[in-house]
């Protein structure tokens, strides 16, 4: 009868699924994916025989291509990530949840696996329907990928993971900043701003440094040939899970530590 | 049973818990007595193992908070009665506590009604008033049926039926054996609900003990009527203190009826009145923590 961690989870699903966020953070996310990248590979469809679009042909990957919603729906999952922990500092049940379970890295772990389980799930589901969708729309006229090449099916497999490990990435930041404004901006800004702001650097330097940023790690993930300045897709996946682990680590460490 | 041992808590510059050290009898209601801002809130934070004190444990059966396998089966707490989802369902809320603590989800359902919640449980509990929030939160802490029972000014919000309901209460929970402590800044409440009171001002222990030996150990007044007030004074010893009223009576502090009146015949001064004055529950109140007020009131009045 004593409480475990399988206890904890439960308690956390409850509270997932339970709240109206949730269900508007999750449709959004399923509409965004496949929507957007509906709309970029019609868009691709009908300007490919433009004249001048020779070189286009050349880097074009067709899986991430169909994929092309992940730009705009990791902000979606992200929310997700971050609003599962600041929305209980924000309304004050954060006491609540740490009087039914004092064991707080309990409570830190049961998040991440209710949010992890509920990502990885849907987010495959939602990458192979895009990829699926973006194929049969460029089927005639633009060059496809077909799932039973090795490469192809890694990258739409990674792109299910590399939303799951940004959900985490941020519920990392909530945990540390533990309000939801603050934590939107500093997701936000790693994402889009820094990455403008490595543009500007000379490029021997802007080289080095990009590849370490979370959305370079992510396309070399879910693209099924390697883009140019960026690590092997198996190295990112490990340097964007290690960034899970320090910020996860790092908010875990306050966590412990500060007053309710 | 709940005991607090030589408890502290220092905030940047204030210390809001100051030394506590007092055990919290089973089988009663115990009032936590003090000012708003005396630490009353803090203490049971504590208690609760949400603040970290910086000297001393709170120790709940014998064990700290963080050390309770399953706290809800023996700890219930009311803190905040709005530290809830608003958008979850009042169900869905006590569901996920339920299952954190493994009690079974029929448990849930039986608190619902208990509270009369029932009616109201698939609702958002963001659109309930703050008596319905105090009654969820009621629910919450009676969910694993615990021995320990912690309310944090319990009676703020809610009617005078919803007041009464809660003393009845209280009464019942003690009368099961339970331990059951109630924190206010109102001693009139707790006059009526509590049957042992502790008193803090300032994060620090005052006084403690029921409701009578309260009001009797604070000094009490004497009421004198007599045809020559002018000598009376002039034999009262130096350490009784006394203040000629308008209508020509005295009122003598720091002694006791019987000794004016001994003091009065021994000099020959008749005396028309005696009366004792015994101090309401709220003066001693008044009187304990006027030293300790955080935020004091200036005298009422618009400033010029």
Redo the contacts between chains.
């Keep these: ?3 475990t961690l399988w ?2 989870i ?3 699903w ?2 997932f699924r ?4 949730t269900l508007t953070g999750l449709l959004t996310f399923v509409v965004l994916t496949i929507g957007i990248s509906a709309v970029v590979c019609i868009a691709v469809k009908s300007h490919w025989n433009d004249p001048g679009s020779r070189f286009d042909h050349l880097v074009f990957d067709p899986t991430s291509v169909s994929m092309t919603g992940i730009f705009l729906a990791q902000f979606a999952v992200g929310t997700i990530g971050i609003l599962a922990i600041t ?2 500092y924000g ?3 954060m ?9 707080r890295l309990r409570v830190v772990l049961a998040k991440m696996v209710v949010l992890a389980t509920a990502i990885i799930v849907l987010g495959e589901v939602v990458v192979f329907a895009a990829f699926t969708i973006g194929q049969s729309i460029f089927k005639g006229t633009v060059p496809t990928a077909s799932l039973s090449t090795g490469d192809v099916a890694r990258a739409v497999i990674m792109a299910g993971v590399y939303l799951t490990l940004i959900t985490l990435f941020a519920f990392g930041i909530g945990l540390i900043l533990r309000t939801t404004a603050a934590s939107i901006i500093v997701f936000t800004a790693l994402l889009l701003i820094v990455p403008v702001i490595v543009n500007f650097l000379p490029s021997a330097l802007q080289n080095d440094i990009s590849k370490f940023l979370p959305s370079q790690l992510g396309s070399s993930m879910w693209a099924a040939t390697q883009p140019t300045q960026t690590f092997a897709w198996g190295t990112s996946t490990s340097i964007l899970a290690l960034y899970v682990v320090a910020i996860v680590g790092v908010g875990s460490f306050l966590l412990q ?1 500060r ?2 | 049973m709940l005991k607090l041992d030589h408890l502290s808590k220092q905030y940047k510059d204030t210390l809001a818990v100051d030394d506590l050290d007092f055990e919290v009898k089973s089988g009663v209601v115990t009032g936590f007595l003090g000012p708003n801002g005396s630490g009353k809130s803090t203490t049971m ?1 504590i208690i ?5 004190p910086t000297k001393g444990r709170a120790t709940i059966n014998g064990k700290s ?2 050390d ?5 089966r023996e ?1 219930g ?1 009311l ?2 009665a ?8 009042a169900r ?1 809320h006590l ?3 339920a ?4 009690i079974p989800y029929s448990r849930v359902d039986e608190v619902l009604d208990f509270v009369g919640l029932t009616s109201v449980a698939g609702k958002k509990v963001g659109g309930f008033s703050l008596g319905m929030s105090q009654r969820l939160g009621i629910a ?1 802490a009676l969910l694993g049926d615990p021995g320990v029972l912690l309310f944090d000014e319990p009676v703020n919000g809610l009617d005078p039926e919803g007041i009464r309901w809660i003393r009845d209460f209280f009464r019942t929970l003690a009368k099961e054996g339970r331990t059951v402590f109630v924190s206010s800044h109102l001693m009139s409440e707790m006059a009526v609900s509590a049957d042992e009171i502790i008193v803090i001002g300032r994060g620090h222990f005052i006084t403690s003990g029921t409701v009578d030996q309260l009001t009797a150990t604070a000094s009490g007044t004497v009421l004198v009527r007599t045809s020559n007030p002018g000598a009376l004074t002039q034999v009262l010893p130096a350490t009784a203190q006394s203040e000629a009223l308008n209508d020509g009576a005295l009122r003598v502090t720091g002694l006791t009826a019987e000794d004016i009146g001994n003091i009065a015949f021994a000099a020959g001064i008749a005396i028309h009145e005696l009366t004792p004055q015994r101090a309401s529950l709220e003066e001693v109140f008044m009187d304990l923590t006027a030293s300790s007020l955080q935020y004091g009131h200036q005298s009422p009045g618009v400033p010029s």
């Design positions: 009868m004593t409480p206890s904890a439960r308690s956390e409850i509270k339970s709240v109206r966020s929305s209980e309304t004050g049940s006491r609540t949840t740490l009087s039914a379970i004092p064991r530590r007053d309710a | 934070r609760m193992g949400l603040d970290r908070y963080h309770l396998a399953a706290p809800l700890v707490a803190l905040d709005k530290a809830v989802n608003p958008s979850r369902s869905n569901r996920a506590l299952a954190s603590n493994k919450g």
